[in-house]
């Protein structure tokens, strides 16, 4: 039901009654103009409120019209006229005229007013329908430019609009428009079940998913999902947004194979410095690298000097089977085999094998049990390296690689360009590593013939002695001693070191032993033999290189229990020490100049007496020089052993056997140094036995 327009009434009743008042109070002077008054409060009322109120402000004029006829002193003059009753007539007649006229006016402003704000609404419409339109052209323009693969997709995960990236990833042929209204399954088969629960994901929380890696088995996607909502909040849709990053993805991971590839090669390089020392676990440590980057499982395989092929290295990726995998060493390939190791050493080519047949186990199999092994290994993918040095040297084993079906992996040219690096790297070491060894065991076997094979047993007198090279003895030279009989009885004894390492220096330490074994057949004072040692090495070395000598004449004692008597001539060497039985320790010879630096020197002779108990302890300047490790001992390390600390264990160790004493220096002087010494240490005690 239409409301009544109260406010219209409201109006009409306070003009009516304002203009009766009006009239009332200014009737002696407009009574001729009575109804001006009236007439303008059924003006007001129509045009205000219309119609009714109009007729209302009528009805009420004329009764306060009627009132004031009557009341008027005029009245008498009124109904000489047609009469009060016509006039009133009139008046509502005017005033219905009146209303209706202002009724019809007042319908057609608003009318007017209606028509003009339909045009106004009409005009903003289609503003709004153009600029919606554009806005629409310019997002569908967007979305189909773009490469970002967008889609909006309702509570039934069915298509309600999508651009032709997202389409693409779809079947790649049917066009955007037709995807609308088909389910996601229909529309993005590869991905489908990737996206689907994270659409609903955003419809169950309302909240936005953005940035999550989505792929499908060749492709990647970064994947971004956000509500879309009517204007009273509710989510009807989600927006999905889907940016291809395969080729970035692709291009981190070949950054990280190639990190890991340079990481790998290094560590190996690093692994195979340490090939000299043992290069058989230094090839082991390579085989733990190549798995599981290059491999399930790696064999190394070394041709041995006969031409046989022995495994020296195997290692797997999973512990589980790693007892399995070493059973292969029980089997290493024949020479003559025709396939794997023996065909990459004949032909020197590495061989790559995609996939690993039955037939293929059969054809590297040995045995039977063999056979089995290889079965239980499982593998599917292989490759086999040679190792050889430069392009004819010969090769030295080979590498083996296999990926098992359990991984599900398999070789590509990229592995075999890096097992191929590999290869090279470890050829290299392995044949440095054989030469240094075939070095080492030359210069041990020359330094050795520079020392006597064994001590000879002196009679009633004890001798011990030890001598510790520098290093791995891969340089000959250095310290020496010798023992041996000169004439009538005595015995003569050597000690000395020789400035250097290496072949030249080797050659003087011959030099000078056994021209000092020459002239103790003719000279019986150890001054006059060291000048003789003297002017032999300035005519062999020419003051390049240099040895210090402590010389020592021995009478050893008649029978046991008597007194040994020795004369020591020195060269430039630290004197020898006299360790009495009482504990107390002396210095015995007379300081000279070194061997092979000045010709034509004398030197000087110093004698005493052994008695019984008594030791003698010769030794060169690798037990007074031995350091201390940085960073240990009070002093904060790096202090020398020095004379007086070997003076004080030598008091220690009176009255103990030559044997014993020499082991108390040797493991006291070693363990100052961390059992690292930084120079040749030898040592020789004598002692006349109680």
Request: some cysteine; proline content about 6%.
């Amino acid at each position: 039901m239409k409301k009544l327009p109260l406010l219209g009434y409201g109006v009409a009743v306070l003009s009516s009654a304002l203009a009766v008042a009006l009239t009332q109070a200014l009737a002696p002077w407009v009574e001729p103009a009575l109804f001006t008054l009236l007439f303008a409060a059924v003006m007001v009322s129509a045009g205000r409120g219309g119609r009714g109120p109009g007729l209302l402000a009528t009805l009420l004029c004329a009764l306060g019209g009627l009132y004031l006829f009557l009341q008027s002193p005029n009245v008498a003059a009124y109904s000489s006229a047609p009469g009060i009753l016509l006039r009133l007539a009139l008046f509502v007649g005017v005033c219905g005229l009146i209303t209706s006229l202002t009724d019809h006016l007042r319908a057609a402003r608003q009318q007017a007013e209606r028509l003009s704000g339909e045009q106004a609404a009409r005009r903003e419409a289609e503003t709004l329908r153009q600029q919606s339109e554009e806005a629409l052209a310019t997002l569908d323009g967007f979305l189909t430019s773009s490469p970002i693969g967008f889609g909006l997709w309702d509570r039934d995960l069915c298509c309600l609009r999508i651009n032709a990236a997202l389409s693409a990833l779809g079947d790649g042929a049917t066009p955007p428009e037709k995807h609308l209204g088909r389910p996601l399954q229909d529309v993005l088969p590869p991905l489908a079940s990737v996206l689907e629960p994270q659409i609903r994901q955003v419809f169950v929380t309302g909240d936005s998913l953005l940035n999550l890696e989505v792929g499908s088995e060749t492709r990647t996607f970064l994947a971004s999902y956000f509500p879309v909502r009517h204007g009273d909040g509710q989510v009807f849709g989600v927006g999905a947004a889907l940016r291809d990053v395969s080729e970035r993805k692709q291009a981190e991971a070949e950054r990280e194979r190639s990190r890991q590839r340079w990481h790998f090669l290094a560590e190996a390089s690093i692994a195979l410095s340490s090939a000299a020392l043992d290069y058989e676990a230094t090839l082991e440590r390579v085989a733990r690298l190549a798995v599981p980057l290059l491999a399930d499982y790696c064999l190394v395989d070394i041709v041995g000097d006969d031409g046989f092929i022995r495994r020296l290295a195997v290692a797997h990726a999973d512990p589980a089977e790693e007892a399995l995998a070493q059973e292969l060493r029980r089997y290493p390939p024949h020479p003559t085999g025709s396939q794997g190791v023996p065909k990459a050493l004949r032909t020197r080519q590495p061989e790559i094998y995609a996939d690993i047949t039955e037939a293929d186990l059969a054809n590297l199999a040995r045995s039977e049990p063999h056979l089995h092994v290889l079965r239980r290994l499982g593998p599917r993918s292989g490759m086999t390296v040679p190792l050889f040095v430069g392009e004819s040297g010969r090769a030295l084993g080979a590498l083996s690689f296999a990926y098992t079906g359990r991984s599900g992996r398999r070789h590509t040219p990229d592995d075999l360009a890096l097992a191929e690096d590999l290869a090279r790297r470890a050829a290299l070491a392995l044949d440095n590593a054989r030469l240094y060894h075939a070095q080492q065991t030359i210069a041990q076997t020359l330094q050795q013939s520079l020392l006597p094979p064994l001590l000879v047993e002196v009679p009633h007198i004890e001798v011990a002695a030890c001598y510790h090279p520098v290093g791995a003895g891969v340089e000959v030279g250095g310290d020496f001693y010798d023992l041996f009989e000169s004439r009538n009885g005595a015995w003569d004894v050597v000690l000395g070191d020789v400035s250097g390492k290496g072949p030249e220096a080797a050659a003087v330490t011959a030099l000078v032993r056994y021209a000092a074994r020459a002239a103790a057949m003719r000279l019986s004072e150890p001054g006059q033999i060291l000048s003789l040692l003297n002017d032999a090495v300035c005519r062999q070395t020419s003051g390049e290189r240099f040895c210090t000598m402590a010389y020592l004449c021995l009478e050893p004692p008649a029978r046991r229990g008597a007194v040994a008597h020795l004369t020591v001539g020195v060269a430039g060497h630290p004197l020898p020490l006299l360790v009495r039985k009482k504990g107390t320790v002396e210095a015995i010879g007379q300081p000279g100049m070194v061997l092979g630096a000045v010709p034509d020197l004398p030197f000087g002779d110093e004698s005493a007496d052994l008695f019984p108990g008594d030791s003698l302890v010769l030794y060169t300047d690798g037990v007074i020089e031995a350091r201390r490790p940085r960073g240990e001992g009070g002093s904060g390390g790096g202090d020398l052993y020095g004379e007086e600390r070997l003076a004080a264990l030598l008091r220690s160790c009176a009255g103990l056997t030559a044997q014993a004493l020499l082991k108390r220096v040797e493991s006291d002087v070693m363990a100052f140094q961390s059992n690292d010494p930084a120079d040749d240490i030898a040592i020789l005690v004598l002692r006349v036995p109680e």
